[in-house]
């Protein structure tokens, strides 16, 4: 046998832990029961962190379990039962049902509330323990519980330690098995999780049962221990004490509860002989690992060892076959002249808003059918409702001929729905094999096995290695997922959503952030899968869109407005208008605005420097979405950034402004090396943010969404109802009653309030009726006399009057920078880059930067 293979093992490591601990505390002349203890304690908390490390809930109450396990114990042998092997089993099987009747109400909430729920149930059971004395025996308990089978001190020592054991064993070989893998997918993404097929609730559910009954186990061990039951061990006093040991020892380590047992409960001993107010002396212990040790005890010694990793799992994969299978998607046997989805009447309203009104949609099977649209048409916002992400106000969804309409998103999966997401949603903190495995598994019917090894299933690793195999990943499958690329982890999106064998594939924005090669080749695997299944799919790169779509659909504020060839919907004039702000061969330019900035289009050179992004790249959460851009602003100057959605521009003002991540290059402003600092500290230097969707504080007033704004340096109240006269009559009307170019003129003022040398505006026309879109043009005109502005637009029309400069984005880098006239003079390019161009058109133009 192999023995140091053998020590590696948790379960191994225990058993010699405990072994160790016991014989330790005995030379030492401490008692046995507190080896005992430890133990026990130590179950207690493996019971807990498998809520919180592997399933992502933070029970702080889970002594409801455990302290009225004790007492289940005590009145059995009291009163009913004389064998306490038969006691225990009967306590974990009433503590089991215990559990999925709470459960069933607590896990409704989420987050801190799921917590104070587990709390609030802890409590009211210790209420009932010190008041019902005739059951319970009150602040007394129940004492002298008898013990026949386990007589002596080390008799019942060995049990309690040979069970614990075993019951250690047996959660590592549960964490190992799908049941368990599927519960860490959960614990890292469960919208993903849902997606893909998983009952997320029963999942919780079912996880919550197995840890209340293995903490109910180890309360019944305590009952034993101390021959008898009190109350205390249900007070919110005590409630927190198994969390405080997971934690101390190592949350996302599998051995954790029993380094944290050790270490709480000797120093809790060691401590109260010297002082009852040990917990002074104890509390800047737990502060101490709080900062500087979060992973606790085991974390700790990883960081000395420098092997830091979580142990909740084996570190490795199934082995690589020496032949991966080729994956071939199969072609779904369909009807290609029925629809496979149909969409009639879809209306979606938040309060006022509308995102979707009455759309009307068919997908047909073998066919890539795109969903376009400019920024904030309502495309992400149909998908949520296609998936179950989001309930319809009206309208109904047909799937396959079953309505779907109120179906919840993992039934839509299992008929055969499976979507990707906008914002990468894979399963971070699993392995690439383990996410692509995962997903695989949930398209079983095994998905949820509770013993056998997930990554001994022959059939499901083989076509994990195909899938991997398929978007290019195999050499990566060992790697974790958050050590992948941007484009990399897009690919392992498509894999997960090629692992569910869907009929439809839903593809928000695949190709959003990936560089030109990644582009090329995951567009074509999109291709592909038209071939086999029915795709709809959402895209910005309109260019590609065109060039691979079999169908396009175009979704404009909620309305749909075009459907039908990619050539036809590419010359269809309420499309131009939707993307360049004017059909073909109109050009409306306010005489009245272009006057008013004539005189202010003298040449760059004559400024200052204002604001400089130097090479920035930058992005969200590993997402790279700027792939290197350069653009200056300098001292009175417009500039416009303009661009199709989801091309990088809403990011560049992110990074300017200190929110989005920056990866790579500088950003100066005023003299001052912006790049790493805070966003208030960039604020005060003078660079202010209008953003999209105006973002007021909606149940304060005109007047207290500016003072609050205020500092001194800054616009007066009065200068800015001088700026505004519309804002002086509604001072005193709250925000969310306000309209929307009203509320637009707020948010601009707002950023005025504060001293601002450069102020940049997001979107704003956004939404605005064209009356009101006016009065917020002559809102801007206004704001360039005190301060440099930097537009983001989508549609050119709306700031070429008003701009000095403009710079055109395209996929996270600068394809076009000139000046407003020369771009408002040239219809080509602004179909370019701007608008949409079917492939007989594109080939005639030719990009042109100054």
């Known amino acids: 046998m192999n023995i140091k293979l053998l020590t590696r093992h948790p379960v191994a490591l225990l058993t010699m832990c405990l072994i160790v601990v016991s014989i330790a505390l005995t030379a030492s002349g401490t008692p046995l029961e507190r080896a005992t203890q430890i133990a026990i304690y ?36 009291q009163r009913l039962i004389g064998n306490e092997i038969v006691a225990l089993a009967a306590s974990v099987i009433v503590t089991a049902a215990m559990a999925a009747l709470i459960g069933a109400i607590v896990l409704k909430r989420r987050g801190l509330y799921f917590s ?35 007589a002596t001190t080390t008799g019942f020592h060995v049990f309690a330690c040979v069970t614990v054991i075993a019951v250690a064993y047996g959660l590592w070989r549960l964490v190992h098995a799908p049941f368990g893998r599927a519960l860490q997918a959960l614990r890292d993404n469960e919208q993903r999780a849902a997606s893909l ?36 061990n249900l007070s919110w006093e005590h409630a927190g004490d198994s969390l405080l040991m997971t934690v101390l020892g190592g949350v996302h380590q599998f051995l954790g509860p029993l380094w944290g047992a050790i270490a709480f409960i000797l120093l809790e001993d060691k401590l109260s002989s010297l002082t009852e107010h040990w917990w002074l002396m104890f509390a800047p212990i737990i502060i101490a690992f709080a900062f500087f040790s979060p992973e606790g005890i085991q974390g700790l010694a990883q960081r000395l060892l420098r092997r830091p990793r979580w142990t909740l799992v084996r570190d490795t994969i199934p082995a690589r076959p020496e032949v991966i299978a080729p994956y071939r998607a199969s072609r779904i046997d369909m009807n290609p002249d029925a629809p496979i989805l149909s969409v009639r009447g879809l209306s979606k309203q938040f309060g006022s808003l509308v995102t979707a009104d009455k ?78 495995r995962v997903a695989v598994q949930a398209a079983q019917r095994e998905r949820l096995g509770l013993w056998h090894d997930a990554h001994t299933i022959d059939k499901q690793n083989a076509q994990t290695w195909s899938l991997l195999s398929a978007v290019g990943l195999v050499e990566r499958a060992a790697d974790s997922c958050e050590s992948l690329s941007h484009g990399e982890q897009r690919l392992l999106e498509i894999a997960l959503s090629l692992a569910t064998q869907a009929r439809l594939l839903l ?48 979704l404009h504020r909620g309305h749909l407005i075009a459907d039908g060839s990619p050539a036809d919907v590419a010359a269809h004039p309420e499309v131009i208008e939707a993307y360049m702000g004017h059909a073909k061969g109109q050009r409306p330019v306010d005489a009245r605005l272009a006057q008013r900035v004539t005189h202010r289009r003298d040449t760059p050179a004559s400024r200052n420097v204002l604001l400089q992004l130097r090479n920035v790249k930058a992005g969200y959460a590993g997402n790279t979405i700027l792939d290197g851009i350069d653009f200056t602003l300098h001292e009175g100057e417009v500039i416009a950034i303009l661009g199709r959605n989801g091309v990088g521009k809403t990011t560049a003002l992110r990074a300017a402004t200190g929110v989005a991540q920056i990866s790579a290059g500088n950003i100066m402003f005023d003299g001052h090396d912006i790049t790493t600092r805070p966003m208030h500290e960039i604020n005060r230097l003078g660079l202010a943010m209008v953003p999209e969707g105006r973002r007021l504080f909606p149940n304060l007033t005109v007047y207290e969404n500016l003072r609050l704004a205020a500092r001194k340096g800054g616009a007066s109240v009065d200068e800015i109802y001088a700026l505004f006269p519309r804002l002086a009559n509604r001072k005193d009307v709250r925000a969310e009653h306000l309209s929307g170019g009203e509320r637009q003129m707020v948010a601009i003022a707002r950023a005025l309030m504060a001293p601002a040398k450069a102020i940049l505006l997001d979107e704003p026309f956004e939404g605005l009726a064209p009356a009101v879109v006016q009065e917020v043009l002559d809102a801007v005109v206004k704001l360039r006399e005190r301060a440099s502005v930097v537009i983001v637009e989508h549609q050119a029309d709306m700031v070429l009057p008003i701009a000095d400069r403009v710079y055109v984005l395209v996929n996270g880098r600068v394809a076009y920078e000139n000046t407003a006239d020369a771009l408002a003079q040239d219809s080509a390019t602004q179909a370019k880059l701007l608008g949409i161009v079917h492939d007989d058109a594109r080939s005639t133009l030719e990009v042109k930067t100054a």
């Not at 008929?415 to 971070?428: D, K, N, P, T, Y």
């Not at 567009?523 to 790169?541: F, K, M, P």
């Open 42 to 77: 130590t179950l207690y908390g493996m019971g807990v962190n498998l809520l919180v490390a592997y399933t992502g809930l933070v029970p702080f109450g889970a002594s409801v379990f455990f302290g009225t396990s004790t007492y289940l114990v005590a009145i059995s042998l």
């Open 507 to 554: 593809l928000d924005e695949p190709l959003a952030g990936l560089a030109e090669a990644d582009r090329a080749n995951v567009a074509r695997i999109v291709r592909e899968l038209a071939n086999h299944h029915a795709v709809l799919l959402i895209e910005h790169d309109i260019d590609r869109v065109l060039t691979i779509s079999d169908r396009v659909s175009v």
């Open 359 to 436: 759309i009307d949609l068919d997908v047909y099977p073998y066919r890539l059918h795109s969903f376009i649209g400019p920024n904030g048409a309502g495309k992400t916002t149909f998908f949520n409702m296609l998936t179950g992400v989001l309930p319809p106000s009206s309208g109904t969804i047909t799937f396959d001929g079953k309505d779907v309409t109120r179906l919840a998103m993992f039934r839509r999966v299992r008929l055969g729905m499976s979507r990707s997401f906008q914002i990468l949603s894979v399963f971070r903190n699993l392995t690439v094999f383990e996410n692509v």
């Open 116 to 150: 104070l729920l587990t709390l609030a149930c802890s409590q009211i059971a210790f209420e009932i323990a010190f008041k019902w004395t005739d059951v319970t025996g009150g602040e007394n308990g129940l004492q002298n519980v008898p013990r026949p089978t386990f």
């Open 197 to 232: 097929g998983y009952d997320t609730y029963r999942l919780k559910l079912y996880a919550f049962v197995i840890s209340a009954a293995v903490i109910g186990y180890a309360g019944g061990l305590l009952c034993l221990m101390l021959q008898g039951a009190y109350a205390n």
